[in-house]
């Protein structure tokens, strides 16, 4: 069994339809894969009749954006929460339209230094999706400023570029919480990648355990090897759940379906964890 839970689409920052997920996910040789688009589940109703023709299974999730009190981003994957539950609906509905004002705001202040317009920007975002900086870096691209998205990142767009301004975020304790109430299995996502910006420290973790955290993402490649045997470590201590993960995001980010997998007993440790959806079986 190929198992691959993190895939985004054009519902957030990945550049393929939900469908087209799914078809991607068919041709990596993939019998589960999991759509979870930043603070949005729009796309499961197209990703779920595109696993029946696909023939590959669907895991609905989603990656919440969080942020610590100390302004430490953390993205927690949610998996099989009932997506109407209204706590954390409030709480995603608020990052979506605070994502918005945001890129607005950091767009004023790119375009004092470099050609780009509001219009540019939307022109790469699909109607309703979740906004995001990749698609600022698209406006980027297009304009001849940077040569892809990854150029974008380690320059202009990064966490500690003198642009970057945040959007609201939900404390990741408060988030573990909602996901549980929801019916959802909370997994941090790419606990340790250092190089995104800074990383939470034990107390952080402490916290999201005792909230309800149900698993860590260790094999992403985003997570470098120290950090790795630290998280297996602490997921045998607390008898977590560990996966692994591409982050996938089409022709986003050079992250390949498949190229990190899942074990089979981690999938169904998630499926006896979650109840307010459930797996689309083809
Ligand atoms: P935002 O949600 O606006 O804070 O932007 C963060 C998103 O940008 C993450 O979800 C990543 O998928 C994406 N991202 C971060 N680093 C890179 C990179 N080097 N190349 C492409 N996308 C990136
Ligand atoms: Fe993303
Ligand atoms: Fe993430
Ligand atoms: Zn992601």
């Known amino acids: 069994m190929r198992i691959d839970l993190h895939a985004h689409s054009n519902v957030s920052d990945g550049t393929e339809t939900p469908a087209d997920v799914m078809a991607s996910a068919a041709r990596a040789g993939l019998d589960v894969v999991a759509l ?8 499961w109703a197209e990703a779920a009749v595109a696993a029946a023709t696909c023939g590959v299974a669907l895991m609905p999730g989603m990656e919440v954006s969080c942020r610590t009190e100390e302004g430490i981003s953390v993205h927690l994957l949610s998996y099989l929460h009932d997506p109407n539950h209204p706590g954390l609906l409030e709480e995603i509905t608020k990052a979506k339209d ?9 767009v004023t202040i790119l375009a004092e230094d470099y050609p780009l317009t509001w219009d540019d920007v939307i022109h790469h975002v699909a109607p309703g ?13 297009a304009a001849g400023v940077v040569e892809d998205r990854s150029e974008a990142f380690a320059s202009i767009l990064t966490s ?27 997994v941090f996502a790419h606990p340790v990648a250092s190089a995104r910006g800074r990383i939470v420290g034990e107390r952080t973790y402490r916290d999201m355990i005792d909230a309800g955290l149900a698993g860590l993402e260790i094999d992403h490649r985003d997570n470098p090897e120290e950090g790795r045997d630290f998280l297996r470590k602490l997921a045998a201590e607390h008898d977590l759940l560990i996966t692994g993960s591409s982050d996938y995001h089409g022709t986003g980010k050079p992250n390949l379906l498949g190229e990190n997998l899942t ?3 981690m999938l169904a440790r998630i499926e006896a964890l979650g109840t307010g959806a459930a797996v689309v079986r083809p």
């Open 129 to 141: 999706a979740t906004l995001g900086r990749p698609h600022i870096a698209d406006a980027l691209v």
């Open 98 to 106: 605070s994502r918005l004002s945001r890129a607005e705001r950091m």
């Open 263 to 265: 074990l089979p007993d």
């Open 160 to 186: 500690r570029s003198r642009y970057f301004i945040p959007h609201y975020a939900p404390d990741p304790a408060t988030a573990v919480e909602l996901v549980r109430a929801a019916g959802g299995v909370p």
């Open 36 to 43: 979870t688009d930043h603070d949005s589940t729009a796309g």
